[in-house]
């Protein structure tokens, strides 16, 4: 039987880091171009780097979700065996998946919360190009936020098919043995 309080734990860190993320895509900085008083050269004026913070929040959830689902799934790998079947395979499939989606979901949040504490400063200054303020692009934390629902999806389901042929196993790796065998005399 899977653990309901693994899954409530896991599904609960994955919602909040899925709203972190969505609020860093909401309150990602915006730049303008101002002129200093004295007009020699342009800079660049931030509003708000709240995002940043939003989105390595929602990664260290994300992180946290994932350390206690393979905490409580052993990593697939260690502990007891898995009964041979459609369950295994399932929860193998989807252990894999679960991790590509974590990664890539971890690699859009880090590089959005990147990118958006970094700032172009004094620039345009000798030459007359115009001045461009860098900014996070639009979908980065989106993106974050839409792996980090897939995570948990798959992550909630890998548990139960993991949960399932655990259960199915038994104490003895693989089933067991059904020939009753005693001591030899």
């Not at 899925?18 to 931030?46: I, K, N």
């Not at 959830?61 to 502990?79: E, I, N, P, Y």
């Not at 079947?85 to 859009?108: D, H, K, N, Y």
Request: aromatic content about 12%.
């Amino acid at each position: 039987m899977a653990s309901i309080i693994v899954q409530v734990v896991v599904i609960l860190l994955d919602v909040m880091a899925f709203g972190l993320g969505v609020a860093a895509e909401q309150r990602r900085s915006r730049a303008t171009v101002t002129p200093d008083p004295a007009q020699e050269y342009d800079y660049c004026v931030y509003d708000s780097d709240i995002a940043t913070g939003y989105g390595i929040g929602a990664l260290l959830l994300l992180a946290a979700a994932q350390v206690v689902l393979m905490t409580a799934s052993r990593c697939f790998c260690c502990g007891r065996g898995l009964k041979p079947g459609g369950s295994r395979a399932c929860a193998l499939i989807l252990f894999l998946f679960t991790w590509v989606t974590f990664l890539i979901a971890e690699a859009c949040l880090m590089a959005g919360s990147v990118r958006n504490a970094y700032h172009t400063r004094y620039r345009g200054i000798f030459n007359g190009e115009p001045l461009s303020c860098e900014t996070v692009r639009k979908g980065v934390f989106a993106a974050g936020a839409a792996f980090t629902f897939f995570t948990a999806i798959l992550g909630e389901v890998y548990y139960l098919s993991y949960s399932k042929s655990r259960d199915a196993a038994g104490g003895a790796p693989y089933g067991g043995s059904s020939i009753g065998m005693g001591p030899y005399n």
